[in-house]
Every structure is written in structure tokens, then in C-alpha cells.
């Protein structure tokens, strides 16, 4: 079965600084998708990144980037030069399989604190 | 572009009232749709899933249902109301038959008294 573990509740990281968030999972796909969303207080899911499994070279949108290992199922996000705006809940996420129409298994999530 | 609304965002309900919530998907067609439920301080749940009119999937056994009476629309109704269906309803599409991300609504948050 899919899952995807989040190991960190709750970090904390200062304005300007960098932080990693930590998901490992667990799948019996070869090919899939892994993916981080952001949810600010307003609640709206917001994709953050996407790293498709069989690409090596690890995705990076702007200020955000993934260290992606497979073997190690490890999808780790790091945030750098951190912003207030960057405070939310933070999902790490794997699609299911075919027959829940792919729906997407999240994890407990990990909530950041940006301070000034 | 699509786009993705649900409504009420807001709903107070007494225990032992119904319930509906509904969602619609513009821009595109025959898409999955999904609803989650997120407790507070928790993850995700995944409640129901559709890939087509009438077809609908129930992950985990509870107080609520599904319907897709057309191909764009989504709605998650309950007869009687429990406390423990208070949270934050979420729904959200992606393409049919292709595993890619989810695109998800501005979410209902329903608390039952």
C-alpha cells in the first residue's frame, strides 16, 4: 500500500534563512509522481512542486526545491531564503493507483513557522 | 482554464440535520473528482472518488455520500449529521487517467453542533 510518512509535526525557521521539511514513503509503482503542497491559512491547497520518479535531476521551482531518492524513498523540500508568506501546513503527497482514480495519498503534514 | 468552486464555505449545522456540499469543474471535461475531509490539526482523508457521471467510490465507511449527477458536478450529502463530522470538506480534480496533481477547491469548513 501507498503511504507517506511526514516525521516533523512542526519546524520553525527564521526570515532569509533555509529549511528542509523531511517525507519518506512507500510504494510498489516503478514510475509515479510525488508531489509537496502548501496550505496557508486561508486553507486553499497550493501546489508547491512536482517530481516525476523517473527523472534523477530533482525539481526546483524558484525558492523551492526537492532532494529526491528513490531508492531511499525519501522526498525532502527545502524552502530557501524563507519569507513570511512561506507559513503554512506543508503535504507531502503520492498519487494512490488507477483504481481510486489516482487520487492522491497525503501525508500528516509538517507546519512551518517563519519568524522575523 | 479550469477552475474548480465549492460551496457554502461556510456551514453551522445542528446534530441531526442534513447536509449537502457542492462542488463544479469548469474548462474541462470528464474529469475525477474527490472529496477529503481534513480534522482539525490532521491530514487528509480521502472520502470519495468519481471517475465518471454516476460512478462513485467510498474509501472509508461513515455518515456521508456522494453524487455526481453530471459530469462536472460533485455533491456530498448527509441524511442526519453527527458531531464527528465537523471539519474542513475539500474537493479537488485532476485529468482522468493520468496520476498528476490535484487541483482543489476553496474548501467548506462544517461544524456540527
Known amino acids: 500500500a501507498q503511504t507517506v510518512t511526514q516525521s516533523q509535526p512542526e519546524m520553525s525557521v527564521q526570515e532569509a534563512e533555509t529549511v528542509t521539511l523531511s517525507c519518506t514513503y512507500d510504494t510498489s509503482e516503478s514510475d509515479y509522481y510525488l508531489f509537496w503542497y502548501k496550505q496557508p491559512p486561508s486553507r486553499q491547497m497550493i501546489l508547491v512542486i512536482r517530481?516525476?520518479?523517473?527523472?534523477?535531476q530533482n525539481a526546483t521551482e524558484n525558492r523551492f526545491s526537492v532532494n529526491f531518492q528513490k531508492a531511499a524513498k525519501s522526498f525532502s523540500l527545502k524552502i530557501s531564503d524563507s519569507q513570511l508568506g512561506d507559513a503554512a501546513m506543508y503535504f507531502c503527497?503520492?498519487?494512490?493507483?488507477?483504481?481510486?482514480?489516482?487520487?492522491?495519498?497525503f501525508g500528516k503534514g509538517t507546519s512551518l513557522l517563519v519568524t522575523p | 482554464s479550469q477552475t474548480i468552486h465549492q460551496w457554502p464555505a461556510t456551514l453551522v449545522q445542528p446534530v441531526g440535520s442534513p447536509l449537502s456540499l457542492e462542488c463544479t469543474v469548469e474548462g474541462t471535461s470528464n474529469p475525477n473528482l474527490y472529496w477529503y475531509r481534513q480534522a482539525a490539526g490532521r491530514g487528509l482523508q480521502l472520502l470519495f472518488y468519481s471517475v465518471g457521471i454516476g460512478q462513485i467510490s467510498s474509501e472509508v465507511p461513515q455518515n456521508l455520500s456522494a453524487s455526481r449527477p453530471q459530469d462536472r458536478q460533485f455533491i456530498l450529502s448527509s441524511k442526519k449529521l453527527l458531531l464527528s463530522d465537523s471539519g474542513f470538506y475539500l474537493c479537488a480534480w485532476n485529468g482522468a487517467g493520468w496520476p498528476g496533481e490535484l487541483f482543489f477547491g476553496e474548501g467548506s469548513r462544517l461544524t456540527v453542533l
Open positions: 517530481q516525476e520518479a523517473y527523472k534523477q
Open positions: 503527497a503520492l498519487p494512490k493507483n488507477s483504481n481510486s482514480g489516482y487520487a492522491l495519498n
